[in-house]
């Protein structure tokens, strides 16, 4: 069976800190990777992964894809209060569904 | 991306009714899914919305209890039948535009509590 499993569940830390968000996955029919901040109700797109070691990043905030190793992290320099959210990891299949995993709840201790 | 609205955004609805939650785009999109969100969960996909054609639910969805319309490649809805507290999540359309890319847009969401 499909999975996607994140890691740590929840994490809380000072403003300033630097945070690694982990995600493994086993999916028969890979095709991406996605990271999502979620907020209040509905998810915001962040990055999407496809080809192995190749960084992504935007302010911030870098991703990165092993796909050797089956896992994506997410790093977040010198994180801010507007950080706090749950980080969502979802893995695209041949179908274009996504399989989700049950989020990282980040927490930013001012 | 595109850009996309749904209504109502929360509602408190009595046991047994039901309620219909619209999702619109602002450009043509391939794919359109229906996911529920409940209290400290990850998402959970109910269906994928097929234009002009019945969609196609995940297990343990039914149509008789979350019937969806597609009309047109900018518009669904996704009504929760005879409702119960078990119902009461966040209801969240998505889109893809398919083709290469695997990413997708969400709605702003309709937060549903059922009494």
């Known amino acids: 069976e499909d999975k996607v499993v994140q890691s740590p569940l929840s994490l809380v830390v000072h403003e300033g800190d630097t945070v690694t968000l982990n995600c493994s996955y086993e999916v028969t029919n890979f095709r991406s990777l996605l990271w999502y901040k979620q907020e209040k109700k509905a998810p915001t797109f962040l990055f999407m992964l496809?080809?192995s070691g190749i960084e992504k990043k935007s302010g911030r905030l870098s991703s990165i894809l092993d796909k050797k190793e089956l896992f994506s992290i997410l790093n977040i320099t010198a994180t801010q209060t507007g950080d706090s959210a749950i980080y969502l990891c979802?893995?695209?299949?041949?179908?274009?569904?996504?399989?989700w995993g049950a989020g990282t709840k980040l927490i930013i201790k001012p | 991306s595109a850009v996309i609205s749904q209504k109502p955004s929360r509602d408190i609805c009595q046991r047994g009714t039901s309620l219909t939650i619209q999702c619109q785009v602002d450009?043509?999109?391939?794919?359109m899914f229906w996911y529920r969100q409940q209290p400290g969960q990850s998402l959970t996909l109910i269906a994928t919305?097929?234009?002009?054609?019945?969609?196609?639910?995940e297990s343990g969805f039914v149509i008789d209890k979350f019937p969806i319309s597609r009309p047109n490649l900018t518009f669904s809805t996704l009504t929760v039948s005879n409702m119960s507290p078990e119902d009461s999540s966040i209801y969240l359309c998505?889109?893809?535009?398919?083709?290469?890319?695997?990413?997708?847009?969400f709605g702003p969401g309709t937060r549903l509590t059922v009494t």
């Open positions: 979802a893995v695209a299949d041949s179908n274009y569904q996504l399989i």
């Open positions: 998505s889109v893809a535009t398919g083709t290469s890319s695997y990413e997708q847009y």
């Open positions: 450009s043509q999109v391939t794919m």
């Open positions: 919305a097929n234009q002009g054609s019945e969609a196609t639910y």
């Open positions: 496809t080809s």
